[in-house]
């Protein structure tokens, strides 16, 4: 009964594995920001399997950072965009998805970049003196092309508040999945327009379900080998 129960934990453990293959978190370290409201907490990516139609690419990012904005003295901040550099085929390309509507820009479509706005450039011309986050990309200044696109359709979703830590969640539904195999994403999200607690990290092709269980089959076989191998010594 022990061996039983020990094979059925192990297959249920190869099996959870399978099911959670397509799913990345990127955490954000916490009391990072600067200024309590725009602490970020980190981004889950959602159905990046590279090759593989497993459905729509989605993120969901979480953050202390309200959907209106702050306005710190004569600075009104506003929502950063999420930018994503996509390696496909072996070659970079940079995307930008706004949270929420700016200029012609719309929540949740992805936008090939072809310049990028960065905190510096919204920092209000006067007499206060402002902590912020220098240099740190923001928002799609204008549209590039990427591989003969320039926008993709998608939305953004905002929950909350909910209570502390965090605040709101934002999803952010695509209507793209990834057909290159050995596509990664690497994410950048500064979460206001002054940049105060950026997020960032990578997203990169893990195997396939069928050769995660394969392997896993095959580490339960050699575990049984093992024990064989033990009881004739």
């Not at 399997?49 to 901040?77: H, M, Q, S």
């Not at 995307?95 to 310049?115: E, K, M, Q, R």
Request: hydrophobic share 35%; with cysteine; net charge negative.
């Amino acid at each position: 009964m022990k061996k039983i129960l020990t094979f059925l934990c192990a297959v249920t453990l190869v099996l959870g594995l399978v099911g959670s293959s397509s799913a990345y978190s990127i955490n954000d370290s916490p009391n990072d920001a600067i200024g309590y409201e725009f602490e970020s907490y980190g981004i889950d990516v959602y159905n990046f399997t590279p090759g593989e139609n497993n459905g729509a690419i989605a993120f969901d990012l979480y953050t202390d950072y309200p959907e209106a904005g702050i306005t710190v003295g004569t600075w009104a901040t506003e929502v950063a965009d999420l930018f994503v550099t996509e390696n496909y085929h072996g070659t970079d390309y940079l995307w930008a998805i706004p949270l929420v509507d700016h200029g012609s820009f719309l929540a949740g479509n992805w936008y090939a970049v072809g310049s990028v706005l960065i905190s510096d450039d919204f920092e209000p011309q006067d007499q206060y003196t402002y902590t912020y986050t220098h240099n740190a990309p923001v928002r799609i200044g204008t549209l590039g092309n990427n591989y003969g696109w320039t926008t993709f359709d998608g939305s953004a979703t905002w929950s909350g508040p909910v209570g502390d830590n965090p605040d709101y969640t934002i999803r952010l539904q695509s209507t793209l999945w990834e057909d290159d195999p050995n596509a990664t994403f690497d994410l950048y999200w500064g979460t206001a327009t002054c940049g105060n607690d950026p997020v960032e990290g990578s997203a990169a092709p893990v195997p396939e379900p069928s050769t995660i269980l394969l392997m896993g089959i095959g580490l339960l076989g050699l575990v049984g080998y093992s024990r064989k191998r033990s009881k004739k010594s």
